[in-house]
């Protein structure tokens, strides 16, 4: 909601629901869970769109992890009464936030506590030490200074919390490298598109032409043509999977081609003929390319392996050994062969995790709860970073791709941007297709708010395209320099362009090199800590608690 003073004390009312309530520790985090789930339903009611069939397992889950919270300080404070909860709140919060994040089921990163705070540049500057979890572990922190204080009338200690939490803050806002805001520039250009999920899902040739005008058309009048005087872009972006046809891979082009594959249109009111070849969209790409004489990054569908089965009628039947979601980039009137395959998969968007192991148990949940979807993307492998020929600068651009939800993977990210602490990337251009989220322009803010954390942690900006948006411009500091598409006051559900310049970065931060330490750390003393109250309730022969 953009209240982000009051992620200071987020925190607060389940510490007093783990230390104040009279209920023992396993009840308390049962009704915690009850108590979270509006929330949960408020923040992910566009999942119904998705599933419905899936939308209450899915609050469930999300709405466990408080409970899980509540859960291990209540037991943690009554077995260690003399350890302050400045100690044992931040541990066990970031414990289970990281788990949550990064490990459960491949990890669900959206909303951590810390990320409002990415709207206050001096109280998240400290990531850029030790990433997200470090300000989660302040945050937390805070909680467990005031419930020192106020719960258990431990002033000293809470004021000896207090200081010692202000001065870790202070030192790590003040001695925070800041990046080189001064250096070379790229001009880059966005696409914003619009096409609803519900469409995207079954995308008809026929709506794929009528889009396919509207792409072409904000394009060139991105690129200057349609504007005399306006600054050419160096780099044109386009969202995920945001091109129409069947996939950009020259092999399979070729394959089509040659086959001479067309599709049947439904209608031919508009005068136009009959089909469209299979390649038609790739070839306009190709045409147009060259003439505005500018490198575009495209979202589309990458395959391996495709041929064509011919059955009854002749009617065609489309094979691959793999299919991807990819991002390809195209410069001097070529499809390059180097290309982005999506590596760290949407959970139950795009895999099933452990589920999918088990196809014909996976083939089932689907028809179930998700009918019409396949879950039958393979993961990359690889790395890729995309040298850009950017004129104004005279040299090539190194630019990393994550694909829509990878941008709230911060060890991903990372991987993207560094390789053994020295920088492999300049940019990161952040496709995406936020049409999952329907009318729900809070999931849009948020899944915006969770990437310019990437920007501040790595040092490094972004452009983000995004089909029904919010598209941006992230500086390196995590600070949005433009949002939405020029022009219009709207900045989700609607298309159009945005554009603008991003400084390069080319600072290493110190979260580049050691990664998410203290996530680790955390995850590793709850643990410690919860065995611990199990084995000093034992020892003293004392009743365990549920």
């Known amino acids: 909601m953009g209240w982000w003073p009051f992620t200071l004390i987020a925190i607060l009312p389940l510490v007093w629901s783990a230390t104040l309530t009279t209920l023992k520790p396993g009840r308390a985090g049962l009704l915690t869970l009850a108590g979270v789930l509006p929330l949960s339903a408020y923040l992910q009611w566009w999942v119904i769109e998705v599933t419905a069939f899936g939308f209450i397992p899915f609050l469930v889950v999300q709405s466990m992890w408080p409970a899980f919270f509540v859960w291990i300080t209540g037991r943690a404070h009554r077995r260690f009464p003399g350890v302050p909860l400045s100690i044992i709140v931040p541990v066990a919060w970031v414990g289970v936030e990281f788990v949550r994040g990064e490990l459960f089921l491949n990890g669900y990163a959206w909303g951590l506590v810390a990320h409002p705070l990415i709207e206050a540049p001096a109280l998240a500057a400290p990531a850029v030490f030790l990433g997200q979890y470090f300000v989660s572990f302040l945050v937390g922190a805070i909680s467990g200074v005031l419930a020192d204080i106020i719960v258990l009338r431990r002033t000293k200690a809470g004021a000896v919390g207090a200081a010692v939490v202000a001065a870790v803050w202070g030192a790590g806002s003040m001695l925070a490298p800041r990046p080189d805001l001064a250096g070379p520039a790229l001009r880059v250009a966005i696409v914003q598109t619009n096409v609803p999920q519900s469409n995207k899902v079954d995308w008809t040739i026929d709506r794929e032409l009528e889009d396919w005008k509207r792409f072409e058309e904000l394009t060139v009048a991105i690129a200057g043509h349609a504007e005399p005087g306006r600054l050419r872009p160096d780099i ?311």
């Not at 915006?448 to 500086?475: V, Y």
């Open 236 to 546: 044109v972006i386009w969202p995920e999977t945001m091109m129409p046809g069947i996939t950009l891979e020259p092999s399979a082009l070729k394959v089509l081609a040659d086959e001479g594959i067309v599709h049947n249109r439904e209608t031919t009111v508009d005068g136009g003929p009959p089909t469209v070849g299979a390649t038609a969209f790739a070839d306009r790409l190709l045409e147009i390319q060259p003439q505005l004489g500018i490198p575009m990054l495209i979202g589309e569908e990458g395959v391996e392996g495709l041929r064509v089965g011919r059955g009854d009628e002749n009617r065609v039947r489309i094979e691959r050994d793999r299919r991807f979601n990819s991002v390809y980039l195209v410069h001097s009137g070529r499809i390059q062969r180097l290309r982005y395959d999506k590596v760290r998969l949407t959970p139950f968007g795009e895999t099933m995790p452990l589920i999918s192991s088990w196809p014909w148990l996976e083939q089932q949940l689907l028809e179930l709860g998700a009918r019409g979807m396949a879950f039958d993307l393979a993961a990359g492998t690889s790395m890729t970073v995309f040298p850009v020929p950017a004129a104004a600068l005279g040299s090539d651009v190194r630019i990393v791709t994550p694909i829509c939800f990878e941008v709230t993977v911060a060890s991903h990210c990372r991987r993207l941007v560094y390789k053994d602490g020295v920088r492999r990337a300049d940019l990161i251009a952040n496709v995406t297709n936020d049409g999952w989220f329907g009318n729900s322009d809070v999931a849009r803010a948020q899944h915006l708010q969770i990437s310019r954390w990437r920007c501040l942690e790595l040092a490094t900006p972004m452009a983000r395209a995004a089909n029904t948006g919010i598209s941006a411009l992230i500086d390196a500091r995590g600070i949005v320099l433009a949002s939405g598409v020029e022009g219009s006051l709207q900045r989700a559900r609607v298309d159009g362009y945005l554009a603008g310049e991003l400084v390069l970065g080319s600072m290493v931060t110190p979260y580049a090199v050691v990664g998410d330490v203290v996530g680790w750390s955390a995850l590793v003393a709850t643990i410690f800590m919860l065995a611990g109250t199990y084995i000093r309730g034992r020892a003293f022969g004392t009743r365990e608690s549920p």
